[in-house]
């Protein structure tokens, strides 16, 4: 089955520019996953969502960060204004739905450099 | 709060060694523990989960609440085990019910040596 899709790969921006990064979870996946993973660390939740609407969004920057599901697929994560301490692996990650018994599988992961 | 430590951020055994990855957690209800791994230039996958209690290309887990550990092992480690391995936790949340949230350890790099 097709992986889940992220891009872009990598994104090099200065400090105080927007990005956006983009998620296509695999078909049927009702639920979705960003992470944020610094260098040195293990990802960490910024948001889930399950179909179009978020479960968990405790973790989100709110004043720069936002991310929207608009019709339950794909998802989009944007920062405005990036800081440099945005430079990590932005992960997206889907699974059939809620609960920890249902296994998360993870995109490739988009590299955000802010200079 | 919970809480998933790995203290070893670099491993490095020869093949053929046991190898033993570790993890602690603090969590204060009843935890499901996982151990994730990443090799070279692939993405983030399930390596096994603790309720299945399975053995996965030969490594294994055992929960102890008592020592809230929950340690990774391989009787032989092999080259292709290379790779940068997470423990994660899911739990808590409202009303008991998780919603599937993990929780990840900083990581530890296994290096097998041939």
């Known amino acids: 089955e097709a992986g889940v899709a992220q891009s872009p790969r990598y994104k090099i921006i200065e400090k105080r520019q927007s990005v956006a990064f983009w998620c296509n979870p695999i078909?049927?996946?009702?639920?979705l996953y960003w992470y944020q993973q610094i260098l040195g660390q293990g990802p960490k939740l910024l948001i889930q969502?399950?179909?179009?609407?978020?479960?968990?969004d405790s973790q989100l920057p709110k004043d720069r960060f936002s991310a929207e599901r608009l019709k339950g697929v794909d998802s989009t994560l944007k920062i405005q204004p990036a800081k440099l301490e945005d430079s990590a692996v932005y992960l997206c990650?889907?699974?059939?739905?809620?609960?920890?018994?249902?296994?998360?599988?993870f995109g490739p992961g988009t590299r955000l450099t802010v200079l | 709060a919970q809480r998933v430590t790995q203290p070893e951020k670099l491993l490095s055994v020869f093949k053929g060694a046991p190898v033993e990855l570790k993890c602690n957690y603090s969590?204060?209800?009843?935890?499901?523990l996982f151990w994730y791994v990443q090799y070279s230039r692939q993405r983030l996958q399930l390596l096994l989960r603790?309720?299945s209690r399975e053995s996965i290309k030969g490594f294994t887990a055992d929960l102890n609440k008592g020592e809230t550990s929950f340690h990774l092992k391989k009787p032989f480690a092999q080259e292709e085990d290379s790779a940068m391995y997470y423990c994660?936790?899911?739990?808590?949340?409202?009303?008991?019910?998780?919603?599937?949230?993990?929780?990840f350890g900083q990581g530890t790099i296994l290096t097998v040596h041939p």
């Open positions: 078909s049927g996946h009702a639920t």
């Open positions: 990650a889907s699974s059939l739905g809620q609960g920890w018994d249902n296994e998360q599988f």
């Open positions: 603790h309720i």
């Open positions: 994660a936790l899911s739990g808590p949340y409202a009303g008991g019910t998780s919603y599937g949230k993990l929780t």
């Open positions: 969590y204060s209800g009843s935890p499901e």
């Open positions: 969502f399950q179909n179009n609407g978020v479960v968990d």
